[in-house]
């Protein structure tokens, strides 16, 4: 099993940069790919990005393509996600989301989700 934690969210003005966080536990963390997604109320979550623990096999939304970067480090458990060029769109709670595999695919569930940390980026 795996357990998540997201950090980093807060308030920020158009156009300012924010690094979000994802801790992993649990002793079969290393068996996941992890991915980012975003919520607004009353929609849909929305998948924003995913990668390996190796760093290997990058995936983008075509949302945040070029704005939103994504990295793991293996020896902090930790996958960030840095976010720039923010704009008041992108305010929303975001999750970090954990899939079987250490390839990330599209179509297989989210196995385990974090808890959310919400971000708000004014005009």
């Known amino acids: 099993q795996v357990q998540l934690v997201e950090s980093g969210g807060g308030l920020v003005q158009a156009g300012d940069s924010l690094r979000l966080s994802c801790a992993a536990s649990?002793?079969?963390?290393?068996?996941?790919?992890l991915g980012w997604y975003r919520q607004v109320p009353e929609e849909s979550r929305e998948f924003l990005a995913a990668?390996?623990?190796?760093?290997?096999?990058?995936i983008y939304a075509e949302a945040v393509k070029g704005r939103f970067t994504i990295a793991a480090d293996e020896s902090q458990r930790t996958v960030y996600l840095q976010m720039d060029s923010l704009k008041p769109e992108d305010t929303a709670v975001y999750y970090c989301?954990?899939?079987?595999?250490?390839?990330?695919?599209?179509?297989?569930?989210?196995?385990?989700w974090g808890q959310g940390t919400p971000v708000t980026v004014s005009s």
């Open positions: 989301a954990a899939k079987s595999g250490r390839r990330w695919w599209g179509f297989p569930p989210v196995d385990a």
């Open positions: 649990g002793s079969s963390y290393s068996t996941y790919s």
């Open positions: 990668i390996s623990w190796n760093n290997d096999n990058e």
